[in-house]
């Protein structure tokens, strides 16, 4: 059976096992990695969420993820190539705690990729606009509830809403870079 989606309140110590999780990464792999950022849900300061630290790690090529594997499987994580078909410019990567439960999600891609770049706009902007991040989790605690064990579908849910806070940001960043 599929784990279920479960949302949770936000809670204050989600910075605190990213900042632990990114020194072990920058101490294991910091010849490989050369930028390190808490992205997703977990990253946004009151935000409701899946309760997964979201890591995004930068390499120079894409390619050097490879160089990583060893490490990050001595380290818990498991990769997951299937998701290659879908991102291709990300290596995904998924740790396990207690009772099977995933704690961290690790995204490996070169920064400055389209996939680095809207992940930062999207966390930056949910982080300046509380409200949007307001609307942000009612729907996925409406969605968790319609979607308990179709992560996919729960996913999929998402992506008109992201898609539209994604151009939001675009379009701030667009204004403030015009701005004398």
Not at 42 to 66: F, Q
Not at 131 to 143: C, N
Request: charged share 30%.
């Amino acid at each position: 059976m599929a784990s279920p989606v479960i949302i949770v309140d936000y809670d204050k110590a989600w910075p605190a096992m990213y900042e632990a999780e990114r020194a072990r990464l920058l101490r294991e792999l910091g010849s490989v990695i050369i930028a390190v950022e808490h992205v997703g849900s977990t990253a946004v300061p009151g935000l409701a969420a899946k309760p997964i630290i979201d890591i995004m790690a930068g390499v120079r090529h894409i390619d050097d993820a490879r160089a990583c594997l060893p490490v990050l499987a001595r380290m818990g994580y498991v990769y997951h190539p299937e998701f290659e078909a879908l991102i291709s410019e990300r290596r995904f990567f998924i740790k396990h705690g207690p009772d099977d439960a995933r704690t961290h999600h690790l995204h490996i891609v070169e920064p400055g990729t389209e996939f680095w770049e809207l992940h930062i706009l999207f966390r930056d902007y949910l982080r300046a606009h509380r409200d949007v991040a307001e609307a942000y989790a009612q729907l996925k605690r409406r969605l968790a509830a319609q979607f308990a064990f179709n992560r996919p579908a729960y996913q999929d849910a998402k992506t008109d809403f992201i898609q539209a806070v994604e151009e939001k940001a675009r379009a701030e960043r667009r204004a403030r870079n015009r701005a004398p």
